[in-house]
């Protein structure tokens, strides 16, 4: 009796996984430093060969928009932001075009929070470098005030077609806060051309996944600002992404002052009051963009921020450790600990 009810629970449990179930031929898990950072790839339900052939596919795309999009290398961004400050007409590069249109877009959404036209400050702070220096000390109130008064930002460049114009002479820009995340949404589309299903593409802990893992969604972990373990996971949805902005990534410490690479356009100081934002959204650009503006705005404006940029999943951990959130990303949160405090709104 025992034996059929369990073969009964086993039919139905098979049926209740419908056809979406990836066929686990082949599963490949790669890592690779690509993009500034470790790469982590799963693709699954194709056999082998088509597998290895669509990961080469995206070590090379990531290697291709990394060297193009660099803030501080010798490419086409460069020539970009040379010529850009020289308030000349000039022919865009076709591979930046779309980074700087949509870009153009989500500044204007996050009323400036979300600023690539500040190259300039990011650079005087010192994180343009792939290696900050840990005895770095902060800029100057002057040198911040010039930059301050400049104001340079997304609107100050005319484009039309491919033809561009700057208007102000401290335009530089610095795509390090969204190009993650376009690179993983080129990422995913090329993989979904080249005929994969179900695949996660996570960089660095931001990532973007299709499809499902085996008969589950594909499950991440988020990390805790404070410490290098996780602090919360969720499922995740086919073509969802999942990005997180913090003040650990890059940073030094200056008389016992942390100064992070994350700068508030309007102060040209590391924005305070935030540890972490988390925000989930379809594309990867947006998501991107989306948790580097809310980390500015901090645990009083983000609700306006996410709503004028469309988010509905937002996570932000205060300098306090409190965890604010929109009901949407409580339903999907699961804590490994429950957080000490929890403020929900939208
Ligand atoms: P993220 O880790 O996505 O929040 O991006 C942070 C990176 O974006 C920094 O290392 C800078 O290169 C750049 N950045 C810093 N502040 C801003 C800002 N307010 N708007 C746009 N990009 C920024
Ligand atoms: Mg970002």
Redesign the pocket.
Known sequence: MKSILLLTLAALLSVGCDSQKPTPLYELNETAYTFGTLVDVTIIGVDEQQANDAYTALLEDFSYMHNTWH?WQNNALRRINNLLKTGANFTLTPSVFPLIQQAQALSKQSEN????A?GEM?ALWG?HSSEPDEFAIPPSDDEINALLNAAPKMADIDVEGLNMRGNNAHLQL?F???AKGVAVDVAIEHLRELGIKHAIVNAGGDLRAIGQHDDRPWHIGIRDPRSEGIIAALDIGDGESVFT?GDY??FFEHEGKRYH?????RTGYPATGTRSVTVIHDSGAVA?AA??AL??AGADNWQRIAKSMSIEHVMLIDEQGIVHMTPAMAERIEFLQPPGKIRLSE
Request: hydrophobic residues 50%; without cysteine; proline residues 8%.
């Open positions: 803030a929070l979300f600023n690539p500040i990011v994180f610095d390090g806060a969204f902005s990534e890059r690479h994350i700068i508030d356009p991107d948790a580097t980390f500015i």
